[in-house]
């Protein structure tokens, strides 16, 4: 059972380039997020989903697209990396809305 | 706005002691309240959730307290082990599913 499966685990960027972390969970989850992670400022909200073709926008959505096709996968799009976007991003899932999320280990991402 | 604020001292403690660490807030009224360890380099983990009409909640070494009048929850860990030493984090949902995390305090036992 591998949980929620973040790749790449680390990345360096261009500024303007463009990428996509990718998350996947196996444990059938209809909720699941994305955070970043900055030092001094905690784990803040990206976007989120409740289930297969639903999506949100969190606390910090400028800069990020996502999708939600499946129910297993939840990838995060970077549509044009800039320096302020260089963070830690974590994937979470949870089978209820209040339930306790589980977290993939992170993609530790740099823009230069 | 929404604010979440942990010990933002680090705290060190002699193995075998109870750890304390404080979570309150302001401008919020969470249905549900988390905590969870993080270790560095990892993603954080899940510990424990209590609900705004309880109290307390305990979970082997853990103890958690939610008080909705002070906004204020408490995590003890009992009978401290140096495995304990981690950064954890209060995490603060209401029915909308949004969960806001404080930035956490980092705890240390020493043995």
């Known amino acids: 059972n591998a949980g929620v499966t973040q790749t790449p685990k680390f990345q360096v960027l261009k500024t303007g380039q463009s990428m996509t972390l990718q998350c996947a969970q196996d444990?059938?989850?209809?909720?699941m997020s994305w955070y970043r992670q900055d030092p001094g400022m905690g784990l803040r909200l990206i976007h989120y989903?409740?289930?297969?073709?639903?999506?949100d926008q969190g606390e910090v959505p400028n800069g990020y697209n996502v999708s939600r096709s499946t129910t297993e996968d939840f990838p995060l799009r970077l549509l044009s990396a800039a320096p302020s976007q260089t963070s830690v991003y974590f994937c979470a899932s949870s089978y209820s809305k209040q339930g306790g999320y589980t977290f993939g280990s992170g993609t530790r991402l740099t823009v230069v | 706005s929404q604010k979440i604020e942990q010990n933002s001292e680090a705290l060190n403690i002699q193995e075998g002691k109870t750890a304390t660490l404080t979570c309150n807030y302001t401008n919020y009224s969470p249905a549900y309240l988390q905590w969870y360890r993080q270790d560095p380099g990892r993603g954080p983990v899940f510990l424990l959730l209590?609900?705004?009409?309880?109290k307390e909640k305990r979970k082997e070494r853990l103890k958690v307290t939610f008080d909705t009048t002070l906004k204020q929850s408490l995590f003890h860990v009992t009978a401290s082990q140096p495995a304990d030493s981690a950064t954890y984090l209060c995490a603060l949902s209401s029915n909308d599913y949004k969960l806001s995390f404080g930035a956490g305090t980092t705890v240390t036992v020493r043995a």
């Open positions: 209590i609900r705004e009409n309880e």
């Open positions: 989903s409740v289930g297969a073709g639903i999506t």
């Open positions: 444990m059938n989850h209809e909720y």
